[in-house]
C-alpha cells in the first residue's frame, strides 16, 4: 500500500457525491472570522505540535508576516473524525473469517478544507486534502490504506480498494472483539501573496474501532 509509511498516526452516501470545498476567512490577529468572538477555539488534538516554519532573506517575502498567517490558519483548522461503516457490519453485528471485509467514510466528510488569513497586506490560503483511509485492523496484522472514502458495499460480488480479510477469529480479543482504529490522513498545501508556499503533514485523524470477526462452520447436508 503505497501509504502505509504516513501512519505514525452518517449515511452512507455515493463516493460520485460532488465535493464542495469548505472556505472560511480569518485574520492572523484572532485567527476568526471578521466580526466573531475574539476568543480563537482549541487548537484540535490530531496537529499535536505541528507548526509552519517560514524563512526567507527577501523582505519582499513578509516571511515573520507569513509564518503568523499560516500558522494561525493552521490551528484553526478542524478535522472531521472519520465515521466508518463496514460491510459485513462488523461493528453493529460481526463480519466472518475469510469474507472480504469493505471499510469506508461519508464523501461528504472527504472534502477539501480552506482557510484564508490575512496580516496586514500579506494573505495566505491554506488547503487541507484528505489523502488516504487507513484501517489497523487490531487482528495483528499490517495497517490497511487505501486512496479516497472508499466505496459503500452495494453490489454482489464488486471489489473495493478499502477491504481487509480477517484470518482468524476476535474471541481472543478483549470482549470477544477486535480493537482497532479507522483513520484518515490529511496534508496541508499552504500559499501567499508574496510567493512564500509549501506543505505541512501528514495530519492523521483516528477513529477508535471495535470489531466482532466470527468463524462459520461448516454444515454438511445429504
Known amino acids: 500500500m503505497a501509504l502505509c509509511g504516513l501512519a505514525i498516526g452518517a449515511l452512507a452516501v455515493s463516493s460520485t457525491a460532488e465535493a464542495v470545498p469548505s ?6 490577529q484572532t485567527g476568526m472570522p471578521p466580526g466573531a468572538s475574539q476568543q480563537a477555539p482549541p487548537r484540535d488534538s490530531v496537529l499535536g505540535g505541528l507548526r509552519i516554519e517560514v524563512s526567507s532573506r527577501d523582505p519582499a517575502h513578509h516571511a515573520d508576516k507569513v509564518g503568523m498567517a499560516a500558522n494561525r490558519g493552521l490551528s484553526s483548522f478542524t478535522f472531521p473524525r472519520p465515521v466508518p461503516f463496514f460491510a459485513p457490519p462488523a461493528q453493529r453485528v460481526r463480519t466472518l473469517v475469510g469474507v472480504d471485509t469493505w471499510f469506508w467514510v461519508s464523501a461528504v466528510s472527504w472534502r477539501p478544507i480552506v482557510r ?3 496580516a496586514g497586506s500579506v494573505v495566505v490560503t491554506l488547503v487541507a486534502t484528505p489523502l488516504a483511509l487507513q484501517l489497523v485492523p487490531g487482528d495483528g496484522s499490517v495497517l490497511v490504506s487505501c486512496p479516497g472514502p472508499g466505496l459503500p458495499w452495494l453490489v454482489p460480488g464488486t471489489r473495493s480498494p478499502c477491504s ?3 484470518q482468524r477469529a476476535s474471541t481472543a480479543g478483549r470482549a470477544g472483539r477486535f480493537r482497532g482504529t479507522v483513520q484518515s490522513v490529511w496534508m496541508v498545501r499552504w500559499t501567499s501573496n508574496t510567493g512564500l508556499a509549501g506543505t505541512v503533514g501528514p495530519v492523521v485523524v483516528p477513529t477508535p ?3 466482532r470477526v466470527v468463524e462459520a462452520q461448516p454444515v454438511l447436508e445429504r
Not at 23 to 28: I, N
Open 23 to 28: 472556505l472560511t476567512y480569518r485574520t492572523a
Open 209 to 211: 474501532v471495535s470489531l
Open 116 to 118: 484564508v488569513v490575512a
Open 164 to 166: 481487509h480479510i480477517f
